[in-house]
């Protein structure tokens, strides 16, 4: 009865979410239209400044529905922190409610257990996760998760999850998961920021600039992997 009222709270949050996310885009398109012209930014600027403290409470509510209801994927939130906030300030405010929330989590999942992830994620996908020789190595997942949420495309919301589930220690996953997170986060927030400004090319550039050398240092990585673990690993979250 209890794990039925938690999908039951799922779906209502999921549609109140989807529904400011729709007004939010209506929003806001007209405005991003016009950031090609000087006139646009500066619109876009004043609209930034008039929500004030509102624009963050709006963007790290974006966030919770990210991280903890699977809704929509990271970088477009990253992207408008950027173009709101600066490549600076936006990637700080991203870093760290990102941090605060896999956090909320991740000891949520410690304090109720595995039937709590499962009313989030796909149970046969955790239970292979959870029951592999691999996740449940200490030596090793440590290395794998940080692989893993350094990788982009990976279902790092579903890590976070799991990660309560996994023997890793709590600080050194809030370690991990922050971490490994900032070139993604920077790269969005940069390219958002120039985006802002009308700068489309050097978005592109500042993106590809920090996008480009993590995969090569994850292709290196693996390189040297003689067990191939982030292949083995990549393989069962992917199933």
Do not use: H
Request: proline share 4%; hydrophobic share 50%.
């Amino acid at each position: 009865m209890k794990d039925k009222k938690i999908k039951i709270l799922k779906i209502i949050l999921t549609i109140i979410v989807l529904v400011a996310i729709t007004g939010l885009i209506i929003y806001l398109a007209p405005i991003m239209i016009k950031l090609y012209s000087e006139e646009g930014r500066i619109e876009f600027r004043n609209k930034v400044n008039e929500w004030k403290f509102l624009g963050f409470l709006a963007l790290f509510g974006l966030q919770v529905a990210q991280i903890f209801l699977f809704i929509i994927p990271g970088e477009p939130i990253e992207i408008l922190s950027g173009m709101c906030y600066g490549g600076v300030v936006g990637s700080i405010f991203i870093i760290t409610s990102a941090a605060i929330i896999s956090t909320g989590i991740f000891f949520t999942v410690r304090k109720l257990g595995k039937k709590f992830v499962y009313n989030f994620c796909n149970e046969k996908k955790v239970q292979k996760i959870e029951n592999s020789k691999l996740f449940q190595n200490p030596r090793r997942v440590e290395k794998i998760m940080l692989i893993l949420f350094l990788i982009p495309g990976t279902p790092k919301d579903l890590l976070v999850y799991i990660s309560g589930l996994l023997p890793i220690k709590p600080l050194r996953f809030i370690i991990i998961s922050t971490v490994a997170r900032i070139p993604s986060v920077i790269s969005s927030t940069f390219a958002g920021a120039n985006l802002a400004k009308g700068d489309w090319k050097m978005s592109i550039i500042i993106y590809l600039a920090i996008v480009i050398p993590v995969m090569i240092a994850i292709y290196i990585m693996n390189k040297f992997d003689k067990e191939k673990l982030t292949d083995e690993a990549l393989k069962i979250i992917n199933k």
